[in-house]
């Protein structure tokens, strides 16, 4: 079986791609594609360790076939970081020891530069709830907060 071909936009790039009809979103991005950043933590959508920016939408990739990426804009764990130039998410979670495992970052991440995106200012609660669909087993989430909060602000004065 030839596969579905795939015209899509990640990370910036036009990207063009064969998959099955059954293939996720996140085992293209990580098998075909090599971008290993977005990993499977269940499979069905209950930790946010695959979550993606989709057409400005955040979705876990491991919910959304590949062949449903077509025309779409994608952005990744791997687009956020310009070169060596850390994104101001990235940068704080590593100042606050946000991570341990790491097996849940790229997630928070993406999940927070979404959060950010539509809500440049929110509060304590807000930020608890934005990245409610992301789960860690390691930091105990203040410092995931603690870092979002400390960003939000140095993106305001960006």
């Known amino acids: ?15 063009e791609y064969l998959c099955q ?33 989709v057409d400005n939408r955040l979705v876990c990739s491991c919910l959304v076939l590949g062949a449903e990426a077509e025309g779409r ?3 990744t ?7 060596d130039q850390l994104h101001p998410l990235q940068q704080k979670f590593l100042e606050h020891a946000a991570l341990q495992c790491g097996i849940c970052t790229p997630g928070f991440l993406i999940a927070a530069k979404d959060l950010l995106a539509k809500n440049p200012s929110p509060t ?9 669909g992301n789960l860690c087993r390691c ?15 140095v993106m305001k004065g960006a």
């Not at 764990?77 to 070169?83: Q, R």
């Open 139 to 153: 930091t105990g989430y203040d410092k995931i907060v603690r870092a979002v909060q400390d960003a939000a602000n």
């Open 21 to 53: 009809p059954d293939e996720t979103l996140l085992d293209v991005l990580r098998d075909r594609l090599g971008l290993t950043g977005a990993k499977e933590g269940c499979g069905t959508g209950d930790c946010g360790a695959c979550s993606v920016i």
């Open 77 to 83: 764990i791997e687009g956020m970081a310009h070169g």
């Open 124 to 132: 304590e609660e807000e930020i608890r709830f934005g990245l409610a």
């Open 1 to 15: 079986m030839a596969g579905i071909a795939v015209s899509t936009t990640i990370n910036g790039d036009n990207i």
């Open 73 to 75: 804009k994608i952005e």
